[in-house]
């Protein structure tokens, strides 16, 4: 493959806002789907988080399909919620993109440690990832599936080769973390603004 795995998510965050500055919905979508790849060359340990992720972005995509030009401004779908006060409902759009931001920040978290610490395995890596960002959020049960997943972990180099393909992959996954966290930091604050950071797994 051209460039490493980041290579078409990198391309695909410069059109992920709006001349005006606002985060657009489906370049959004579109960088978060394109970094999937990744997380397959995880194998089974992240079977979970794959999911989450591909299940909460079909959920915004429909919502966002169901009108592009009323929820093209991915907040739209928030602020629609919230007036409806339907947002705080487990299949809403506000907690799939709440939990969609926090499983990003848990890939960026992990992209940061692989390059931090590069005498970890990637067990630890993982654990130390999960730490700081999910584990918060989630109950005993998800917890618990996590930790064992993590445990299933490939090993770093093969992981490492795998996802290099031609490009100089540590500057793109560096790349990657600078140019993603704005966005998932904007999410945060956005969220937050309404009340809507600190919904927990049910």
Sequence with gaps: MEGSVFTPSLEGMKHVKSETGEILTKPFLDVCKLILPVIDKFGAAMALVKSDIGGNISRLEDKYSSNPTEFNLLYSMVEVEVAAKT????????????????????LVELFHNLLQHPDWTMSQVCTDSYGKTLKQWHGWLASSSFSLAMKLAPDRKKFMDVISGTGDVNADMEAFCTSFSPFLEENHKFLASKGLDNLKAS
């Design 87 to 106: 947002a705080k409902g487990s299949s809403s759009c506000t907690n799939g993109l709440l939990w969609l931001t926090r499983a990003m920040d848990f």
